[in-house]
């Protein structure tokens, strides 16, 4: 009688790591970095310090953005004959605004065993002190580095009711928390999460431009890794009401008449050929 050959096949493990302190990995996931025989991750030297924290030694496949794809059969090989594998990224939940996605996608097309192992979110430990509504929120992941891309993608989330929710690194902080007070306008209520779980762990809380001037105040303050979550538009207009003249006021600072016209076609459903010209007018090129 034969074995089936599905019992012998291993799983691979999607574990979350910490976000900054260390006490906040699982006993779940410790006890799944330690059983399993190969970790994948983002940075072998970031990994290996945990892995030393925990006194483990394990061999480590670099598995990032620029490699994923070609991993695949690697990673199925080692599943097929028996190995359990766990991935892991530089902090928190993988897949999560990391690499993976493509990866876990083939090795379920495969029908191999995917275990998600959960833990730290920098997402949901944001919000969970944030004071914003939390029942419905939309995760935007990093904007644009560039501020015309940004601001394109801002007005397009302008109406959202649901709580918006950004990541947002030392670099970028004050220009995208400046755009998104001309996007968002002056009132709407908004809190900045930095270095959570760490030493300086801070929340500001209040306007964006209020939250900006603390932000400009104090140098230390802008280094770090950040999580921006913005409230709901709280009486959003219907695409057919929304204030183009705002958004051409907006888009125009940054991008030509074409393409801010194309972009405000699209949200409102007016005319480009009508909102170009307006653009014109609005610049005094007619």
Not at 102 to 117: K, T, Y
Not at 118 to 142: H, K, M, N, Q, Y
Not at 239 to 244: F, L, N, Q, T, Y
Not at 249 to 275: F, H, Q, S, V, W
């Amino acid at each position: 009688m034969t074995s089936d050959p599905r019992m012998q096949v291993g799983t691979f493990y999607v574990v979350a790591t910490p976000i900054g302190n260390l006490a906040d990995l699982t006993e779940r996931a410790k006890q799944v970095l330690t059983s399993v025989d190969v970790i994948a991750c983002e940075d072998t030297r970031h990994t290996a310090k945990l892995l030393q924290h925990l006194g483990l030694r394990k061999p480590l496949l670099s598995v990032h953005e620029h490699n994923e794809r070609e991993r695949v059969e690697q990673i199925a090989r080692h599943l097929e004959q028996g190995q359990s594998m766990a991935l892991v990224s530089d902090a928190g939940t993988p897949l999560i605004s990391d690499p993976g996605y493509p990866l876990v996608q083939a090795l379920r097309a495969r029908g191999l065993n995917v275990s998600p192992i959960p833990g730290v979110s920098a997402i949901i430990t944001a919000l969970s002190a944030a004071g914003l509504p939390t029942d419905r929120f939309t995760f935007e992941g990093f904007l644009p580095h560039k501020s015309g891309a940004k601001r394109e993608k801002l007005l397009a989330q302008e109406q959202e009711a649901r709580t918006l929710v950004y990541y947002e690194s030392k670099h970028r902080i004050l220009d995208t928390l400046e755009v998104m007070a001309e996007v968002f306008g002056a009132e709407r209520q908004a809190c900045v999460a930095r270095e959570l779980t760490k030493t300086f762990e801070t929340f500001y809380h209040g306007t964006l431009p209020g939250i900006l001037s603390q932000l400009q105040a104090d140098a230390d303050q802008q280094k770090g890794e950040f999580v921006v979550m913005i409230a709901g538009n709280p009486d959003p207009a219907p695409a057919s009401e929304v204030d183009s003249n705002k958004l051409f006021r907006l888009l125009l600072a940054e991008l030509p008449p074409k393409k801010a016209a194309a972009i405000i076609a699209d949200l409102t459903g007016e005319n480009k050929k009508e909102l170009y010209q307006k653009a014109l007018e609005m610049q005094g090129k007619v």
